[in-house]
């Protein structure tokens, strides 16, 4: 099964990614990322490659 990686070295927590799929990424107070569920779904998979694809940073993957 798919799932998401955030590289926290990379991510300049922008926001871009809660953006696209706020059910997913979420920003805390403090400017902090947080990926709420990391399982890649059917109904979810598009906006997060979409995610993935518009990262300023490229901090996000999807591995197998």
Known sequence: MSRIEVDFGLCESNGVCMGVIPEVFDLDDQ?????LTEEITPANEHQVREAVRQCPRQAIAIVD
């Open 31 to 35: 400017d902090y990322l947080h990926v």
